[in-house]
């Protein structure tokens, strides 16, 4: 018998704040009060936690969409890069060498 285990939008949007977390891209009281998000949930925060949250790491290393227009998934928003999707950064070496095979 085969468990089908659901992953809640909190569930994927904490295991991106782990990525974080674990690569070491938050400050130290950003990644405290990271730490209590996922244990204990964003209602548990202050007013001053919920400040540094938003600004330290919300404002920095969330993005919904990207600059195209498609939407980014939990999966994948740790590996975006200048505001790009992976579609958009997988597109960009593609352009650069068929620019360069141009040339020639």
């Given at each position: 018998m085969s468990h089908y285990v659901y992953e809640t939008e909190t569930d994927k949007f904490n295991k991106?704040?782990?990525?974080?977390?674990?690569?070491?891209?938050?400050?130290a009281t950003a990644r405290g009060i990271t730490l209590r998000v996922i244990a204990k949930g964003l209602h548990t925060l202050s007013r001053s936690q919920k400040f540094v949250f938003q600004t330290e790491v919300v404002e920095k290393f969330v993005r919904?969409?990207?600059?195209?227009?498609?939407?980014?998934?939990?999966?994948?928003?740790?590996?975006?890069?200048?505001?790009?999707?992976i579609d958009c950064q997988n597109k960009?070496?593609?352009a650069v060498s068929l620019a360069r095979s141009r040339r020639y």
């Open positions: 991106f704040l782990r990525q974080l977390i674990d690569a070491g891209r938050l400050k919904k969409t990207c600059r195209c227009g498609n939407e980014i998934s939990w999966d994948e928003m740790f590996f975006v890069e200048d505001g790009k999707c960009l070496p593609i």
